[in-house]
């Protein structure tokens, strides 16, 4: 395993803060179907989304992750907060944070990008728009990471 | 100062009145003396040949003075004198005893004893008889002036003390009545006060009330909004794991299976245009008017160029009059051409698709037409199909949710308008509309909308 790993590419890491197992399970089918390997990690709420990133209680030994998607309507520590945390943090803030949520509240909108949210998605209504989702990530983020 | 007046004058009156005289004498002659002396005196001179006879006269009649002769048979002047003491009503009766010289001092004096008030010795001197006389009947008269003046002062004060009496009635009366006009005025004043404590009670009601009932609708909206966005969460579930099941198991699924999670795939989507199109009709009512003069001419260009594609589809001709300025809403009148020409455009029949729009002006509003060569409506439906969710054909036909028309309904009356229909089937309809040259009514005027909307 380990002789395998370093000779392939390294694996993009996703983290996804997303308590809806429907959403994850999504997540998971749509980013086998890329070309590119990425290993996808998930946390339920925000407080477990904060524990992964500073490597605290049981995610001593977590990557710090290439990409985040980040859910805004989560129990706990909701999404807003663990976003502008990230990015008042010197040491995460360079983490390209994605909002994906089923809000379209502009008010929402707003408030990520003014926290400095590198992406507002609104959670495809069908399959075909998960692919164009799927296709800007790659485009966009995974290729520019892994050059 | 008065009632002193007018017992002066009474006593005036009453001095011509005659009394009467008594003369008691067992001597015939004697009493013609006595007779002759006090006839003078203008008085009535009754006789009485005894002391019996006397007493018969003093039960019939009143005397001012008796003249009683001392030595008389049978029954003497003192047991004559003391039986008319005996007698309550003679009580009083002055008796001047009559007697002859000489007669001793205790004679004279047991006269006294029996009432004599006073004496007169035989032979009587005319002078002193008259005098004395003279001064009884004065006081007899007095004392009949002072009794009637007493009855008179009597029935003065009983009637003073009626009046007096009277006046304390009428007093108490009014007392009462002003009571009582104190007490209904207070009764008014507690009564005007609860009035007024009502009518504040009732505008505040009507204010709590009021703001209930826009809070209510609020609410309403509120809950609208969060029920169909989460209605749209599972309905994003069930999209998209039928979308990913058809993707990813289609080599493993038989022609029935593909066509029922195509049934899955379409109600899902059909679910999805009936929630947004709800969510866009009660919009309309959350969101205030903002009028303002807008192009109408401006309005119809934009709305035809958001049909464009289904209008370019079916080769449809869409034409229109010069249109006015209005003062309107400009998003809802845009959403209000979009829905009417788009169900010309729907209900399309099996010709060349022409639509025409309409406008002319009338003294206060201008009335819009959208008139088409579709398909028509029976009149029956001219009414239901502005009701929401009322649809007339089968969604195979022609699809949607049922909502355009009750929104374009809705639209028109908020600004105060009228929608209505003209139509044949089989020979296209007219849809009309009136918006106001002047726009009247609350929701015009005076709201703000805050125009956040969280969609």
Known sequence: ?147 | MEPETQTQIHIAEEKAAPVNILMVDDEPANLLALEAVLDSLGQRLVRAGSGREALKHLMNEEFAVILLDVAMPVMDGFETARLVRQRDKNRLTPIIFLTAVGRTESEIFRGYEVGAVDYLLKPLVPEILKSKVLIFIELYNKTRQIQRLNTELKRNVRELESTNQELKKENAVRRRAEQELRHSEEKLRVLNASLEERVEERSALAEERAKELSRSNAELQQFVHVASHDLKEPLRMINSFVQLLQRQSADKLDANSEEYIQYVVEGARRIQRLIDDLLSYTRLGARSLSPQAVELGEVVEEALSNLSLAANECGAEVTWDPMPRVEADRTHMVLLFQNLVGNALKFRGAGKPKVHIGAKAEIDRWVFSVKDNGIGIEPQYFEKIFIVFQRLHAREEYPGTGIGLALCKKVVEQHGGKIWVESELGKGSAFYFTIPKIIRGGRHEGETGDGTEAI
């Open chain 1, 1 to 147: 395993m380990k002789a395998k790993l370093e000779m392939g590419p390294r694996p993009f890491e996703i983290l996804l803060v997303e308590d809806n197992l429907g959403d994850i399970t999504l997540m998971k089918e749509i980013l086998k179907m890329s070309k590119f390997p990425i290993r996808l990690n998930v946390v339920r709420n925000g407080s477990e989304a904060l524990d992964y990133l500073y490597h605290e209680g049981v995610y001593q030994d977590s990557k710090e992750p290439d990409l985040i998607l980040l859910d805004l309507n989560l129990p706990k520590v909701d999404g807003r907060e663990v976003l502008a945390q990230i990015k008042r943090d010197s040491l995460l803030g360079h983490i390209p944070t994605l909002v994906m949520t089923s809000s379209k509240n502009e008010a929402d909108v707003l408030e990520a990008y003014k926290n400095n949210a590198n992406f507002y998605i609104v959670k495809p209504m069908d399959m075909d728009h998960y692919m164009v989702i799927m296709k800007y990530l790659e485009d966009f983020w995974i290729t520019r990471t892994n050059k």
